[in-house]
């Protein structure tokens, strides 16, 4: 049988109707997780991951809220309670994209990459926290970027959000740690998904990547899963890349 680590965790995946958060989500009901599939619009699409969740034996419902929102992260949260009778990972992985060179940004741009970023990491780790205390199992995982740790030309909106990032998982992990709550930030460099066209940043470009070839999804959810599960109980407060070598940290 399949390593099932996670049986009977409870986890909230936001963002997770399409792309990283829905493969993160799938991954972590092989785990054995029951997820809260969490999406601003897209119920279909979010009804399909959670057929995926329930497929590999976990409970999931779906959820839209706009994680930015305060009344809507309360509500979402109320939600994955009742239905799985509590809440042991919380995977932040909602954060709006934006390209653009400092001229051209307007402040309303700005603050709509800061607050999905920033301001849902804050919202849904607050509403949370009640049930992760009650959790022996309990994770936090932060999805970041590599904008946030190396000069990128044209992504300072999302660098400095990302940057916030990492100082949000460290100062929470030192919060939470007498709670036996570990907090991890992930950072992603290329990662291709599938029905996308092939894109690649020109900073990609510019600098290729050492291993030669992009990441998938599952790159990053294996991760996700590992951080969450017993083998990661000692690892927290950390920001670990997983890139292909493009950036190391030093």
Partial sequence: MADRELEGAAAIV???VRNMGKTIAIELAKAGASVLINGRTSVDAGEAVADAVRAHGGKAIVHMADVTDPAQVEGMVAAAANAFGGIDI????VSNRLAKPVPEIELAEWRGVISSTLDACFLCTKASLPWLEKSDRASIVNLGGVSGHAGVENRTAVAAAKAGLVGLTGSMASEFAERDITVNCVA????????EPHRISQHFK?????????????????????LCGPRGRYTTGQTIHINGGWHIAT
Avoid: F, K
């Fill in 188 to 195: 992603p460099g290329h990662i291709e998904h599938d029905g």
């Fill in 206 to 226: 510019d600098r290729p990547i050492p291993l030669g070839r992009a990441g998938a999804p599952e790159d990053i959810a294996a991760m996700v899963r590992l």
């Fill in 14 to 16: 936001t963002g997770s």
């Fill in 90 to 93: 919380l995977v932040n992985n």
